[in-house]
């Protein structure tokens, strides 16, 4: 991993559409490590399409893809009205997860996942199913739009304003909580603002209420007199509020470093001189998400060895990123018990932070808990790979000897290629396993997904 700091990379190099000098430049796995990071994963037939579209295609190509099949919104309402109808916040999860493995829009949810980290809300304290539920289809909504647009309606979504204790801010008594997380956390970034901003910012919010679990003006609590934000004063409502954080220039800056790290690299590209160009593109589009990324996801620096095996994979991009990649399904209840045991539990985030992430993710216990939470998948009866067995799958896709299938896993799910001395030790160690050919390839994949490169993405 790179280490934090000035990098020297030439900004206009970095921020240029990557352009493959020759055709052959163009393979396989520069279109895996894009679904890797705007997507969780692809499969054959899917890395094959993307080698016939340019790195500008591929990029434009998933930006504009925001409207979900039908199939996968059917299959989707009809999962999410049976884990609603239960009343429990922990069935959700697994909701998502179905959707995370069967969508046909992997960069609107990828940013989804984003934002739920972002504007982290924990159903743990919030405990209403249906909110929780609400909240996530608005990320979803405005994933690759509007960011401001965005904050406004996180701002007022009543999971939010529970979480926050945002629903109780009274104009005798105002609430900073929220104030203080949309400066420091979902806006600008710690030291663009001060306590005194933090305190006049809450008195906006005051008699921001929830009613009948929908936002609620209650007038009668809400604090009309004058308040002075960044040197603004105003008797500023709370959507005025929101509007002055937007305004502030810190905020851009802010945003794009935040993206930076979850699509190209955990660590060493936070220059500020590199962030610049981006922000500014950023703040001239009026905040829009999409003309944002289609630079950044189609750049050199996106493709360049700063960006490739840069990044740890989320237990979410580690079990996801494998099914969707081998056309995968198993009991999703479990898959998600799992999750949290390596450390990411959809729709309960450790704290208003969210999921740090990088390096985060990776010790001793989170190791062991990886290996054994992909033995007890590959194991599981449920668990089927293009609806039937492994070894089918690998047939009909050509593969039918253990050095072929080493190969191609490799191939379909590392960031990182093995070497040759690694790719023989894995051949010798599972031609040396009693048992079926299926047997084999089993236990060939839980040896390549324990492996280091594959923790990286």
């Given amino acids: 991993m790179m280490k934090t700091g000035q990098t020297n990379i030439d900004t206009d190099w970095a921020w240029s559409a990557y352009q493959p000098e020759q055709p052959q430049d163009w393979t396989q796995r520069q279109v895996a490590h894009f679904y890797r990071r705007c997507g969780l994963g692809a499969n054959p037939e899917m890395l094959k399409a993307g ?6 295609e591929l990029a434009v190509g998933q930006i504009s893809n925001r409207q979900e099949s039908a199939q996968v919104e059917q299959e989707s309402a009809t999962l999410a009205r049976s884990v609603l109808a239960t009343a429990d916040a922990k069935n959700l999860p697994a909701w998502w997860t179905h959707r995370l493995l069967n969508t046909s829009v992997p960069l609107q949810e990828k940013m989804t996942l984003f934002w739920h980290g972002h504007f982290a809300t924990g159903a743990e304290k919030v405990k209403d199913a249906q909110l929780m539920f609400d ?23 009543p999971a ?3 979480y926050l204790d945002s629903a109780s801010n009274r104009k005798v008594h105002p609430n900073e909580n929220f104030a203080r997380e949309i400066m420091e956390l979902f806006v600008l970034g710690e030291g663009n603002y001060s306590e005194t901003d933090i305190r006049e910012l809450a008195r906006c919010f ?27 004063s105003g008797k500023f409502t709370g959507e005025e509020g929101v509007d002055l954080v937007l305004e502030h220039p810190a905020g851009p800056e802010f945003i794009v470093g935040k993206l930076i790290q979850f699509f190209i690299a955990d660590e060493g590209l936070q220059d500020p001189q590199l962030i610049k160009p981006l922000a500014q593109k950023f703040r001239n589009s009026g905040l829009e998400v999409g003309p944002l990324l289609e630079t950044m996801l189609a750049s050199n620096l996106f ?13 979410v991009d580690f079990a996801v990123g494998f099914l969707n990649s081998l056309e995968g399904s198993t009991n999703l209840l479990e898959l998600n018990k799992g999750l949290d045991e390596i450390g990411q539990r959809l729709f309960y985030p450790p704290n208003v932070k969210g999921w740090e992430g990088g390096r985060i993710w990776i010790n001793s216990s989170t190791l062991l808990a990886r290996t054994n939470l992909m033995q007890s998948l590959l194991k599981r009866d449920e668990t089927r790979f293009g609806q039937g067995s492994l070894s089918e799958y690998c047939k009909s896709h050509g593969v039918t000897t253990t050095k072929e299938a080493v190969d191609w896993f490799a191939e379909l799910l590392l960031a990182v290629p093995l070497n040759d001395h690694k790719q023989s030790e894995i051949v010798q160690r599972c031609e040396m396993i009693d048992g079926s050919y299926e047997t084999k390839l ?5 040896l390549i997904v324990s492996l280091p490169e594959y923790q990286l993405a």
Wanted: glycine share 6%.
């Fill in 135 to 157: 909240q996530n289809q608005i990320l979803r909504e405005y994933a690759l739009g509007n960011f401001g647009r965005l904050v406004h309606e996180i701002s007022q979504d």
């Fill in 442 to 446: 089993k236990n060939l994949l839980g």
């Fill in 51 to 56: 080698l016939q579209k340019s790195p500008v």
């Fill in 160 to 162: 939010m304003l529970l």
């Fill in 303 to 315: 493709y360049s060895e700063y960006a490739q095996g840069r990044k740890i994979r989320s237990p």
């Fill in 206 to 232: 005051t008699g921001w209420e929830i009613r009948r679990d929908r936002f609620y003006f209650n007038r009668f609590q809400h604090d009309f007199d004058e308040k002075t934000i960044f040197s603004h």
